[in-house]
């Protein structure tokens, strides 16, 4: 069996936040789907988080969506979290559900719209301090469909005085962390479309600002290892949003798609040094349209482990010696034999050793969990995307 001694330590001090939208219903753009068990206010959405983090130990935190994740106390909520074993994590804005941002929010050409988007983003932060969460994440829809549109250099000017007003709200310990897509639901072109108008914008504001990488927002066929490389190099990755992509951005569980684009990615994660960082979250952005939403979730997290795992059994010394001997096919052989390494027999009894399930799917099949919120969930209305 794969010994997994060596790297014991930095499995144990890993961690993966969850997305409360997560435990909501979504759908495809042509339907959002129900299902039974959905949790009905975030309350439910945090305890159903907990059951992941109960079962795998690797999600001690949840992350938030405003407005979706309005409460009338998030003093109340934190308690709630704290409760079961959880914490709230990063708050998630959103300006592209309102009427008033179809031509954009914080590259509005309208002063009054992009106030609106502005004072949202304060709320925001007013949530982070009542919920003790550090980030705040920044995802805009805003573009345009059709050339002439709109001056796309006068629209990035917008945003750069919208985030640094802003950035200047920040609490000292608190950062912002500007998310990037390169096309949708903005056609003809998107105001923050790659990593690199993200780095920009992120080393305008100072410090406190950084980059987040979702893994499903690039063309087919980028390089996004390098990508990771590069930030890290540069100091400026500040979280990961981990989720899979066939298409386009599809949401689905991490490592679905392509499981050694993960390994891939995770091993350039390991050797700049953003394992365990606290300066690089690890969180998912997922959406369960036809699974299970907490096993949904228990799949994901465990994906990131195994493939931390593979990653971190890549022996350095030997790749860096191919390396600078040149023996190209050497080197690919070391990176491959620890990619093709099955360690979840190894998991297993790690896991349990830790007093965790050997199984965390199993396990919380078993626990009874799913049968009693879909039978106590009865009633109400589910929450779900724009809920």
């Not at 909520?77 to 592209?96: K, M, Q, W, Y």
């Not at 080197?331 to 027999?345: G, K, S």
């Amino acid at each position: 069996m794969t010994e997994l001694s060596g790297i014991a330590p930095a499995l144990a001090a890993q961690t993966i936040e969850l997305p409360s939208w997560a435990f909501g219903n979504s759908g495809t753009r042509f339907k959002v789907f129900g299902s039974p068990g959905t949790p009905r206010d975030p309350f439910e959405k945090v305890s159903d988080a907990a059951q992941v983090h109960k079962h795998t130990g690797l999600a001690p935190k949840v992350a938030v969506h405003i407005p979706w994740d309005l409460v009338d106390s998030f003093a109340d909520l934190r308690r709630h979290a704290e409760d079961n074993g959880v914490s709230i994590g990063t708050v998630n804005s959103n300006t592209f559900q309102d009427d008033a941002y179809k031509l954009g929010s914080l590259t509005h050409s309208d002063p009054t719209v992009r106030q609106k988007a502005i004072d949202h983003h304060f709320r925001c932060i007013e949530v982070m301090h009542e919920t003790g969460s550090r980030d705040l994440k920044i995802w805009l829809a805003d573009g345009t469909n059709y050339p002439g549109q709109d001056d796309i250099r006068s629209r990035q000017d917008r945003l750069a005085d919208s985030l640094r007003r802003i950035y200047q709200r920040l609490g000292d310990e608190q950062r912002l962390v500007l998310e990037y897509k390169f096309f949708e639901p903005a056609f003809y072109h998107t105001d923050v479309p790659d990593w690199g108008t993200s780095y920009a914008h992120t080393v305008a504001l100072g410090d406190k600002a950084k980059v987040c990488l979702d893994t499903g927002h690039h063309a087919p066929g980028t390089n996004i290892e390098f990508i990771v490389a590069q930030l890290l190099r540069l100091g400026k990755l500040g979280s990961f949003d981990f989720n899979s992509r066939f298409y386009a951005d599809d949401d689905l569980i991490v490592g679905a798609a392509d499981p050694f684009q993960l390994f891939r990615i995770l091993a350039e994660v390991v050797r700049g040094g953003g394992l365990n960082s606290p300066d690089v979250v690890f969180m998912l952005d997922q959406c369960h349209n036809i699974e299970k939403k907490v096993p949904g979730q228990i799949r994901s997290v465990l994906n990131v482990q195994e493939m931390t795992a593979r990653a971190l059994l890549i022996d350095r010394d030997a790749l860096a010696a191919a390396q600078s001997a040149g023996d190209v096919l050497g080197a690919n052989e070391i990176v491959m034999d620890a990619f093709y390494t099955d360690v979840r027999p190894a998991l297993a009894d790690w896991r349990e050793s830790r007093g965790l399930p050997a199984d965390p799917m199993t396990t919380y099949a078993a626990s009874g969990y799913q049968e009693k919120i879909e039978a106590d969930r009865v009633g109400g209305v589910q929450a779900g995307w724009g809920a």
